[in-house]
């Protein structure tokens, strides 16, 4: 079912944005759907007091963006999406699961302790920007929302003696996320922030304290009309 999915977002990619492409001069009013392509630098956020570093964490998603002008200038508009994103986590958070319960601890003493996703992305956006509808480079910020359905999840740990641990799809994850967004560059060139507000986990704790990690992203958004 997620390889159909994701076959599907792949192929309707292509179709709309040569579409777009035929219809950005028609008139005063237009439209600017976009492919995008990101590529970020991940952190974990609200990480219990145990957990006191991480690694190397990278993420990357693209799709197909949905834009509806508000005024006749096509400055001010809103664009609903959908893609694929992907990210790889390298973090401090031992993750278990034991007769279909997620069960947290600290990985200090753990030599390799990874965590990927696979989502489903759901972008909304609020656009400003100082196109035209033959001018294609310009100033651009566009602030919204994205929702992520998690179509899988992959928890990896290799202990102190060696042995490894592999759980997929934990019971305690929260399948769908939502974070804010901004994006903001000239032309092609753009940086993108990606702050989570839904933690990753629902009722997670650590000897009481609760897991309350959830995911911020920094890095670099390409928009391909």
């Known amino acids: 079912m997620r390889g159909r999915i994701i076959l599907i977002i792949l192929l309707t990619i292509p179709m709309l944005a040569f579409g777009q492409k035929n219809t950005l001069r028609l008139g005063d009013a237009y439209a600017e759907d976009q492919v995008y392509i990101s590529v970020s630098y991940n952190q974990l956020i ?11 964490s990278y993420g990357f998603s693209g799709g197909f963006i949905k834009d509806v002008s508000l005024n006749k200038k096509g400055t001010i508009a809103v664009a609903a999406g959908v893609g694929y994103g992907y990210d790889f986590f390298n973090h401090e958070l031992r993750v278990d699961e034991v007769a279909e319960n997620t069960v947290f601890d600290s990985a ?17 956006e609020f656009r400003w920007r100082s196109s035209t509808a033959l001018k294609y480079s310009f100033w651009r910020v566009y602030a919204g929302v994205k929702a992520l359905y ?6 990896e740990y290799i202990d102190a003696n060696a042995t490894s641990y592999q759980y997929e799809n934990v019971s305690a994850y929260n399948r769908w996320q939502y974070g804010l967004t901004m994006s903001a560059g000239y032309d092609a060139f753009n940086v993108h922030l990606f702050y989570g507000i839904t933690p990753l986990f629902e009722k997670a704790a650590i000897n009481e304290e609760v897991v309350d990690s959830k995911i911020i992203k920094f890095g670099l958004i390409f928009y391909i009309l």
């Open 46 to 56: 609200g990480q219990p007091s145990r957990i006191t570093k991480s690694g190397f």
């Open 108 to 124: 200090n003493s753990i030599s390799k302790n990874i965590f990927t996703s696979h989502n489903l992305e759901l972008p909304f």
């Open 150 to 155: 998690n179509l899988k999840n992959n928890f």
